[in-house]
């Protein structure tokens, strides 16, 4: 998995590529969230993923709630 995080003066793109599974969620959680705390608009790029379990779901999902917690989208 490999994560890219560009901040503009809009939003904060996260773009992923590879797997986000069991073994790699975590990682992807521990970095999205230290490179856009406080952030309030996150745009999520998804389109290289080429797997995605639901324990990345649940931290997709995890991320969105963060970002609706602090009045912004997702």
Not at 41 to 53: G, H, M, R, T, V
């Amino acid at each position: 998995m490999n994560i890219q995080i560009t901040d503009n003066d809009k939003y904060t793109l996260v773009a992923v590529s590879g797997r986000l599974d069991a073994t790699t969620y975590e990682t992807f959680q521990k970095e999205a969230v230290d490179q856009t705390n406080g952030k309030k608009n996150i745009l999520l790029d998804l389109s290289a993923l080429e797997y995605i379990s639901s324990s990345g779901l649940r931290s997709i999902l995890f991320m969105a709630k963060r970002a609706a917690s602090l009045c912004g989208f997702f």
